[in-house]
């Protein structure tokens, strides 16, 4: 069945950086496109970035634009979130999750792994 | 990318219907047959409830229905269970080629 696995996440300074990584399971990434989500301390969810199927179409909030890349490595079916110059505002749980294929949305989550920036 | 509206909470009693609704612009919400529902138990993956405004998963209750008027799409719940206490949010697809969540609404089953 379909499996991500979020991990990488801790505690980070202002300013440095961090990877954060998922691992795929029950499918490919190369089939289906990838998104990161976030969810701040007592707030709402965040999407925060996204990655085609073919590893093109790349996007991202404007919150993160110029300082977090989405990438995958299609061998360890595994897609990653860099991310420099964090922030204070960038503590948060954050979920890896799949798109459903045709329907522009995200159909599987992981449970999240948790970055705080102080 | 402002986030889409929705309430901040809705209660209802066992056995009632409540409505969450979620307005955004016609850069979203009022364009693209792409509005989408979620689940969340704080601590799990949050969990599909619906796509493409009014599609169902399968597995999911039929209890869990959408809708959409305008630029404001709607998640209504029937039959209200106590398990269905959680937090509920939309997403859009939206012009820009991104997505944008609702600021998610909190159910209490009194």
């Known amino acids: 069945q379909v499996q991500l696995v979020e991990s990488g996440g801790g505690v980070v300074q202002p300013g440095r950086s961090l990877r954060l990584s998922c691992a795929a399971s029950g499918f490919t990434v190369t089939t289906y496109g990838m998104h990161w989500v976030r969810q701040a301390p007592g707030k709402g969810l965040e999407w925060v970035a996204h990655v085609g199927y073919n590893g093109d179409n790349l996007h991202y909030a404007d919150s993160v634009k110029g300082r977090f890349t989405i990438s995958r490595e299609t061998s360890e079916n595994t897609v990653f979130l860099h991310m420099n110059s964090l922030r204070v505002e960038d503590t948060a749980v954050y979920f890896c999750?799949?798109?459903?294929?045709?329907?522009?949305?995200?159909?599987?989550w992981g449970r999240g792994t948790l970055v705080t920036v102080s | 990318q402002s986030a889409l509206t929705q309430p901040a909470s809705v209660s209802g009693s066992p056995g009632q219907s409540i409505t969450i609704s979620c307005t955004g612009t016609?850069?979203?919400?009022?364009?693209?047959?792409?509005v989408s529902w979620y689940q969340h138990h704080s601590g799990k993956a949050p969990k599909l409830l619906i796509y493409g405004v009014i599609g169902r998963p399968s597995g999911v209750s039929s209890r869990f229905s959408g809708s959409r008027s305008g630029d404001t799409a709607s998640l209504t719940i029937s039959g209200l269970q106590p398990e269905d206490e959680a937090d509920y949010y939309c997403?859009?697809?939206?012009?820009?080629?991104?997505?944008?969540f609702g600021g998610g609404t909190k159910v209490t089953v009194l």
């Open positions: 016609s850069s979203d919400v009022g364009t693209y047959n792409y």
């Open positions: 999750a799949r798109d459903f294929s045709g329907q522009w949305t995200i159909d599987y």
């Open positions: 997403i859009s697809y939206t012009r820009s080629s991104t997505w944008v």
